[in-house]
């Protein structure tokens, strides 16, 4: 059974920074995308962040250029370094990892971390 454990949400001021990990329970190699989503009230559950076990990231528009995605292979650890918050950003962010065998995609998603932009 895969488990994955984030950490570092919080309340932070517009303007700050905040950095998001997330602990996976075997090698993050083993999935073929791991990435960040988040769900805002009342709203569906977005991409924000994601990277191939090939080292390929991509973003969602609204964080290009503020949020970074990282990984450290020994930790078994996927980062997501958030510069520049605004109270847009404000969401439970879940951890997601994604293995596709063949036709068969199965997605593992972490018990999300809430992060609270506001002054």
């Known amino acids: 059974q895969v488990q994955l454990v984030e950490s570092g949400g919080g309340l932070v001021q517009p303007g700050g920074s905040l950095r998001l990990s997330c602990a996976a329970s075997r090698s993050i190699f083993s999935f073929n995308v791991m990435g960040w989503y988040r769900q805002a009230p009342g709203k569906q559950r977005e991409l924000v962040a994601a990277i191939t076990s090939g080292g390929t990231s991509n973003y969602a528009d609204s964080v290009k250029g503020r949020f970074t995605i990282s990984r450290d292979s020994a930790k078994k650890t996927v980062y997501l370094q958030m510069n520049s918050l605004e109270p847009e950003d404000t969401a439970i962010y879940y951890c997601?990892?994604?293995?596709?065998?063949?036709?068969?995609?199965?997605?593992?998603w972490g018990q999300g971390t809430q992060v609270t932009v506001s002054s």
């Open positions: 997601n990892a994604r293995t596709v065998i063949i036709t068969v995609t199965t997605d593992y």
